[in-house]
């Protein structure tokens, strides 16, 4: 069973904090990495993608992949309690399919 | 900013009846997908779709299950005889084809509700 692993949390921050987010793959062969942000009752939505080793920045978030670890990680500078949903790992191990984690829970209290 | 469309937003069916599930991919997209979330669980891959066929499909994607693409626009799909276990939420997704060809854009979804 190839596995998508996440803290489900809740991963409690204060407003303004770093908020690290962290995943791990079970399939050595993956070459694509994706979070999504979800809002309860809501869908997946893009932050960001990531297909090399090293560190991927847009705005107040980075992606960051190591390939040798199997380890994928979303940090989330300046939280804002707008920024409080759950946040799904999500790899293509082939083809297009992705394999989601279960997602963590972030909360950023004012 | 286009964006990915479904129909109904909520669909209630009886057991054993059939439904059909509706999205509107992004216009300049090649590939289509659907995913499904049961309540509290993660987001699953049910199949995806390219140049008019399946090219790919889970463990769940199975003969009860059909997707079709009737039009220029729009996505269908199809499940032939609905069980209480598939009830849940069905999201369609969409992605370019190349360049940024493996990023996935989700609709706001379809609530199944199987009684």
């Known amino acids: 069973q190839k596995e998508v692993e996440q803290n489900s949390g809740p991963l409690s921050v204060p407003e303004g904090a770093i908020a690290s987010l962290n995943c791990t793959y079970s399939?050595?062969?993956?070459?694509?990495f994706f979070w999504y942000r979800q809002y309860s009752g809501k869908s997946p939505e893009l932050i960001m993608s990531?297909?090399?080793?090293g560190d991927k920045e847009d705005g107040r978030f980075t992606a960051q992949l190591n390939k040798a670890s199997q380890y994928v990680s979303l940090l989330i500078r300046d939280s804002q309690p707008s920024d409080s949903a759950t946040y799904l790992c999500?790899?293509?191990?082939?083809?297009?399919?992705?394999?989601f984690g279960k997602g963590t829970s972030l909360l950023v209290t004012p | 900013e286009p964006e990915v469309t479904q129909t109904p937003s909520h669909q209630v069916t009886q057991m054993g009846q059939e439904v059909i599930l509706r999205c509107v991919p992004i216009s300049n997209h090649l590939y289509f997908y659907w995913y499904r979330q049961i309540l509290g669980q993660k987001v699953e891959f049910l199949v995806s779709?390219?140049?008019?066929?399946?090219?790919?499909k889970s463990e769940i994607f199975d003969d009860q299950f059909s997707v079709e693409r009737p039009d220029g626009s729009n996505f269908t799909l199809k499940i032939r005889s609905t069980k209480l276990e598939d009830s849940a939420m069905y999201f369609c997704a969409s992605s370019e084809g190349q360049g940024n060809s493996y990023e996935q854009y989700f609709g706001p979804g379809t609530r199944l509700t199987v009684t």
């Open positions: 990531i297909y090399s080793n």
């Open positions: 999500a790899v293509i191990i082939s083809g297009y399919a992705l394999n």
């Open positions: 399939d050595r062969g993956s070459q694509s």
């Open positions: 779709f390219y140049n008019n066929e399946i090219s790919e």
